[in-house]
C-alpha cells in the first residue's frame, strides 16, 4: 500500500506547519508526501463569482516558493519517504528548472484529466504519474486511459470531486472497473468525510491512497472538512499498512495465540486414580478437565486407541505418551554433537527428569513459572532435588509475576516494580547456588518489555542500570531478549515497542548492551518492520551472549520446525560460540519429541 499524505494549501503558507506535517506523516508510516504547485500570481483570471474569489484568495495566500519547497522536499526523504507534486499547467513546472528532477513522482489533478499537453509534459519527467479522475465520466476516463497506454508507471485514482464526500457517494465499485481497463495498479483520492471509506477502496483493489492531511479538520482553510487531522491519519496509515497481513494469504492457519487459548479453555482427559498399563480407558478411570494438555474422546475416536501402553498416574493428562513405548534416550553420536555445538534444549521442573533421561546432553536452560520462582525461594533445596546437578544451565525469567502483571522492573506501579524485582532477584539467587553446585556458568535470560513515560532511551538506560545491579554485579548476568513486534500474553496479542524495531537496535549498539539474541523473533520483528531480517542479525549479533534458535514466518509464526520458515539453513547459527537454546515450539511435548526431530534435524546437516 503507497499511501500519500497531500499537503494542498493546509500548511497555510508557511514552511514550519509543512514540516510538521511531513514530520507527522513520516511518524503515521506514509509512503509519500505531496504538493500542489501554482505560479504565485495570475492563476485565477476572473475572480467575480464567490466561489473564485475564494479559491484565489486562499491559493495566493498559502504559496510557498519553489525553494521553499525544495527545502521541504529534502525533509521528506530524509524520512524516508518519496516527494511529489501537481501541477495545473505545465509552465509552471519550469519555476523549479533542473531541480524538478528532485521530486520522486508527478500527479495531474482531476480538473486536468483531459490536459494532453499535462500529462504529455508530466510524463516526460520520466517519474511515475499519477492520474486523478474526479468530476469525469466514464467515457471520459476511459478515453484518457486508451490515450496514455504508451506512458510507463501510469496509476489511475478513482476520486470524487465533493469537498467532503458524504458517505454514500463514494461509487467505490468503478474501482474494480478501473482497475480492469486499466490493467495495472489503481488507487483512490479520497476527500470523504469518513476517512475509513478508503479501507472499502482498499477492499475493491485500490492499492495507492492519496489523502489530505491538516493539523485541524475544523479550521478554515478550504481543505480542512476533507481531511484528516494526526490522529486519523496515523489510524488511516496503520489499517492499510496492516491490509495484506490482515488479508493473510487465503488459507486458515491456527496462530500460536490460539493454540495457547485453544489449550488453556480447551479440556482434556485427566487420570481419576492410577490406570496401569493395558487398561481401556472409559468414564470410570479418566474425568473430562481443563486445560487441554492432552486428549479427548474425540481424539482418542478418531485414532481408535483404547487401552494405554503406559501406566497414568492419577490426576495426569492422558496424552499421546500414554499409547507408545519406552522411547530410547539420545544416540551417543548425538550426545557429542550437541555438546560439542553447545546445543541446550528448555526444561521445566515438571518435565526435567524424564527430559533430562531422554537427553543427557550438557546443556540446558530452566523455564521457570512465576510459581516456580516461589517455590526455590521457599524451598531452595527442594527445588534443586528436581534437577540434575551435572548439567550445565541457563535460566529464562518468567514473563508474569502473577496472572495478571508482565514482569517490568521499571514500572511506575510500585508493587509491579516489587512483584518484578522479588522474582528476578530470586532467579539470580537460584543462578548463583547451581553455579556454586554445577561449577558453570548460569546466565539469565528475560523479557522486558514495557516503556517508561521518560520515553525509549531513557528506559533502555534504566534498565540497563538496574540489569547491572541486580545481575552482574551479584556476579551473574542478565541478557535481555530480543522480543517478536507482536507476543502472545494474556491470551491476546500485544504490541511490543522495545528490542524489536530498528530504533532499538541503534538504541543497543549505542549503549553496548549484552542480548540474548532470539533468532525466531528476530525474523517476526524484522518481517513485521518489512525489513530483511539478515540485516538486523548482522548488527545485533556482536552483542549477542546467548541464543536461542528456532525457525519463524510472518510476523507471529513462532517457533515453527527447521525449514518450514524463513531462518534457512541454521548451520551459521550453531557454529558459533556460546549456548545455543533450541527453542522449538512445544518441543517438550511427548518426553521431547519435538527436541528429538530439531536435533536430528541439525545433526543430518553436520554429518
Known amino acids: 500500500m503507497k499511501i500519500i499524505a497531500e499537503l494542498g494549501i493546509n500548511h497555510r503558507g508557511s514552511t514550519e506547519i509543512a514540516g510538521q506535517l511531513i514530520e507527522i506523516a513520516a511518524e503515521a508510516g506514509a509512503w509519500g508526501v505531496k504538493f500542489q504547485y501554482r505560479a504565485e500570481h495570475g492563476f485565477y483570471q476572473a475572480t467575480h463569482e464567490i466561489g473564485d474569489e475564494i479559491l484565489s484568495r486562499e491559493i495566493d495566500e498559502n504559496y510557498i516558493p519553489p525553494e521553499r519547497v525544495l527545502h521541504l522536499v529534502d525533509l521528506i526523504k530524509r524520512q524516508g519517504m518519496a516527494a511529489g507534486i501537481s501541477f495545473f499547467k505545465s509552465s509552471d513546472a519550469a519555476d ?22 499535462l500529462i504529455s509534459a508530466m510524463a516526460g519527467f520520466g517519474k511515475p504519474l499519477i492520474l486523478s479522475t474526479g468530476g469525469h465520466s466514464e467515457e471520459d476516463i476511459f478515453s484518457a486511459v486508451e490515450k496514455t497506454r504508451s506512458i510507463p508507471d501510469v496509476v489511475y485514482l478513482h476520486c470524487i470531486s465533493n469537498y467532503p464526500v458524504l458517505l454514500g457517494n463514494q461509487q467505490m465499485a468503478f474501482l474494480r472497473t478501473l482497475k480492469e481497463r486499466t490493467g495495472g495498479p489503481v488507487g483512490y483520492s479520497s476527500h470523504d468525510q469518513d476517512w475509513e471509506v478508503c479501507l472499502i477502496a482498499a477492499a475493491n483493489g485500490a492499492t495507492v491512497f492519496e489523502r489530505h492531511l491538516t493539523l485541524d479538520k475544523f479550521g478554515k482553510g478550504i481543505d480542512d472538512s476533507s481531511s484528516s487531522d494526526p490522529a486519523e491519519f496515523r489510524r488511516l496509515c496503520k489499517l492499510l499498512n496492516a491490509y495484506d497481513t490482515v488479508q493473510g494469504n487465503g488459507r486458515r492457519e491456527v496462530n500460536q495465540g490460539e493454540r495457547i487459548n485453544m489449550q488453556n479453555l480447551g479440556s482434556s482427559l485427566y487420570a481419576r486414580r492410577t490406570i496401569a498399563a493395558g487398561e481401556v480407558l472409559d468414564e470410570t478411570n479418566t474425568v473430562v478437565k481443563a486445560p ?8 482418542l475416536k478418531r485414532r481408535g486407541l483404547t487401552a494405554v501402553k503406559r501406566p497414568v498416574a492419577e490426576g495426569a493428562a492422558v496424552s499421546d505418551l500414554h499409547f507408545t513405548g519406552p522411547k530410547p534416550p539420545l544416540s551417543g553420536k548425538l550426545i557429542d554433537f550437541c555438546n560439542e555445538k553447545q546445543l541446550s534444549i528448555p526444561v521445566r521442573l515438571h518435565d526435567a527428569k524424564i527430559l533430562q533421561s531422554r537427553f543427557p546432553i550438557q546443556n540446558n536452560e530452566l523455564h521457570l513459572s512465576y510459581e516456580e520462582v516461589g517455590s526455590f525461594r521457599s524451598a531452595m533445596e527442594e527445588g534443586l532435588s528436581q534437577l540434575n ?4 544451565y541457563s535460566i529464562h525469567i518468567p514473563d508474569y509475576i502473577d496472572s495478571k502483571t508482565l514482569i517490568d522492573p521499571l514500572s511506575v506501579d510500585e508493587a509491579t516494580r516489587t512483584g518484578s524485582d522479588q522474582v528476578i532477584s530470586a532467579c539470580v539467587d537460584l543462578a548463583l547456588e547451581l553455579e556454586a553446585r554445577t561449577g558453570a556458568p548460569v546466565p539469565v535470560v528475560g523479557s522486558f518489555s514495557r516503556l517508561r513515560p521518560e520515553g525509549k532511551r531513557e528506559t533502555y538506560a534504566q534498565l540497563q542500570a538496574y540489569l547491572e545491579r541486580t545481575g552482574r554485579q551479584r556476579g ?32 543497543v549498539n549505542d549503549i553496548g548492551m549484552e542480548l540474548c539474541l532470539d533468532l525466531s523473533h528476530l525474523i517476526l520483528s524484522a518481517n513485521h518492520a518489512k525489513q530483511d531480517w539478515h540485516g538486523w542479525y548482522e548488527r545485533l549479533v556482536p552483542l549477542a551472549r546467548h541464543l536461542h534458535i528456532a525457525d519463524a514466518v510472518g510476523i507471529d509464526g513462532e517457533g515453527i520446525e527447521f525449514g518450514k520458515g524463513d531462518l534457512g539453513d541454521p548451520r551459521a547459527y550453531i557454529d558459533g560460540p556460546g549456548r545455543k537454546v533450541l527453542e522449538v515450539w512445544q518441543g517438550h511435548l511427548s518426553e521431547g519429541d519435538g527436541f528429538e526431530k530439531a536435533i536430528l534435524q541439525l ?5
Request: charged share 25%; proline share 6%; aromatic share 16%.
Open 96 to 117: 523549479f528548472g533542473a531541480d524538478i528532477d528532485r521530486f520522486d513522482f508527478f500527479k495531474v489533478p482531476s480538473a486536468e484529466l483531459l490536459n494532453e499537453d
Open 292 to 299: 487441554r494438555k492432552g486428549l479427548t474422546w474425540s481424539d
Open 389 to 392: 546437578l551435572s548439567r550445565h
Open 476 to 507: 551473574i548476568p542478565i541478557y535481555p531478549q530480543w522480543l517478536p513486534r507482536i507476543a502472545w500474553y494474556f491470551g491476546g496479542a500485544d504490541i511490543l515497542d522495545m528490542f524489536c524495531g530498528a530504533d532499538d537496535i541503534d538504541i
Open 603 to 607: 545433526g543430518e546437516q553436520h554429518g
